[in-house]
């Protein structure tokens, strides 16, 4: 495929987020003719007034008369409209595929259930302070299109990359990293098997000049391991012993991973000693965002996962406050009531949202007698309760285990709201 293939296509954009914006204005300059499907009745149309718009649609009708179907990551690949065009020629595609397809530069590829963030920027720095030519993108940074006119066969692009981009991803990158994995998103994927098997596609179709940096702390990560050519390289947190300054021994998964894909690429050790004691973290994963009366306060909001949850607590031994829960995600939340119950340093529990009661329940069922708070409507409401319970000495830790999108309209929009309220705690 080259650019010029584009020139002329009849394109139908499925889902208007800012993921698919930026390939939709880049396909259009290469001549597509595109026409934007959303489910929303408005969306902000303000520089793509020339698309074709077909909003308010619950379903993606009309999609036979397309020749290509670039599919946003939220919308779900196997979708009965999409594969009934599918079965009648259409090309489906998505932004990731295309880019995959016409990229010049060599591309390391970043994926697992959490920690792919931290891990992708840690790469991304190291890369930076070695003086190469490098760009971020997939879920981070700016949108991949906005700076593919500036790569070249020297450049290297860093990618976090999602089940939802990589569930029909067809060619992977000359360094793929698959961090701990083990279930997510059961609300999108029909089981865990196809959510495994999506994450296995960044390494699947590697060649044996390409390499694959695996966790083998986890048995999801190990089954992926096993597919593609590439060289394996095996890491666990216990391989990054030297300084780190993210707290939380999961950080030093993501560190070792880092640090393995530099030793690929022959990058001085020292630059990545420089980059994990300096590397503060990203926004929204246990990122410190004020002290009040002698209580710190930490947004792990990305936290949308049982498991990064208890990961979350490990990184802390003073008395925390845990706020925890949120809606639906389809996660077994009986080890975080174990770790909850066990744990001899958590003074009480904030529950919210509609999975406080599976919350509760996980405790109490694990002989759990720590105190609970239920009942919030909001987040002012949330930290207010939170102030009430800690006292001087204590840690407070957002880290809800569950998604958000009962109370809040995703989970950045819940770490910013109780960074708000903590600020004007702060007075």
């Not at 880049?26 to 793509?48: M, P, T």
């Not at 971020?136 to 500036?150: A, P, R």
């Not at 002698?294 to 792990?300: E, G, H, L």
Request: net charge neutral; proline share 2%; charged share 30%.
């Amino acid at each position: 495929m080259t650019a010029n293939y584009w020139e002329g296509k009849k394109v139908a954009v499925l889902g208007w987020a800012v993921d698919s914006q930026d390939a939709a204005e880049w396909l259009a300059r290469q001549g597509a003719k595109i026409c934007v499907y959303d489910k929303l009745a408005e969306v902000d149309k303000k520089g793509f007034e020339d698309f074709e718009w077909r909003l308010g649609w619950e379903r993606f009708e009309g999609l036979k008369s397309f020749d290509v179907i670039v599919r946003s990551p939220g919308v779900y690949r196997f979708r009965k409209e999409i594969v009934e065009a599918e079965k009648a020629g259409v090309e489906i595609t998505s932004k990731t595929k295309i880019f995959f397809d016409l990229c010049p530069a060599k591309i390391i590829g970043v994926t697992g259930t959490k920690g792919k963030g931290t891990t992708t920027t840690l790469i991304y720095e190291i890369l930076k302070r070695a003086g190469k030519k490098v760009f971020i993108g997939g879920n981070i940074g700016k949108g991949i299109f906005k700076f593919f006119d500036e790569l070249d066969g020297d450049s290297w692009v860093v990618l976090e990359l999602s089940s939802f981009q990589l569930i029909d991803l067809h060619k992977s990158p000359h360094v793929g990293v698959i961090l701990m994995t083990t279930s997510d998103h059961m609300d999108w994927h029909k089981d865990v098997s196809e959510y495994v098997e999506a994450k296995a596609n960044l390494i699947r179709f590697q060649l044996s000049e390409d390499f694959a940096v695996i966790n083998r702390d986890y048995e999801n990560s190990r089954k992926i391991g096993e597919v593609g050519m590439g060289k394996k390289v095996w890491v666990s947190k216990s391989d990054w012993d030297g300084p780190i300054h993210l707290r939380g021994e999961h950080n030093r998964e993501n560190m070792a991973a880092a640090a393995a894909v530099a030793r690929i690429l022959d990058i001085d050790q020292g630059i990545v000693k420089k980059v994990a004691e300096e590397f503060k973290g990203l926004e929204h994963r246990l990122e410190e965002v004020g002290v009040v009366d002698r209580v710190t306060f930490f947004d792990d909001s990305i936290s949308t996962l049982p498991e990064t949850t208890i990961a979350a607590l490990d990184a802390f031994s003073e008395p925390t406050v845990l706020i925890a829960g949120g809606s639906e995600k389809g996660s077994d939340f009986s080890k975080l009531g174990e770790k909850i119950a066990g744990a001899k340093n958590i003074r009480g529990v904030i529950l919210i949202g509609l999975m406080a009661r599976r919350v509760e329940e996980a405790i109490a069922k694990a002989g759990g007698k720590v105190k609970l708070v239920k009942g919030l409507a909001n987040m002012h409401e949330i930290v207010g309760a939170v102030r009430d319970l800690a006292k001087p000495g204590d840690v407070v830790l957002l880290s809800p285990g569950a998604a958000s999108f009962d109370m809040f309209k995703n989970y950045k929009d819940r770490g910013e709201q109780f960074k708000k309220e903590v600020k004007l705690a702060c007075g």
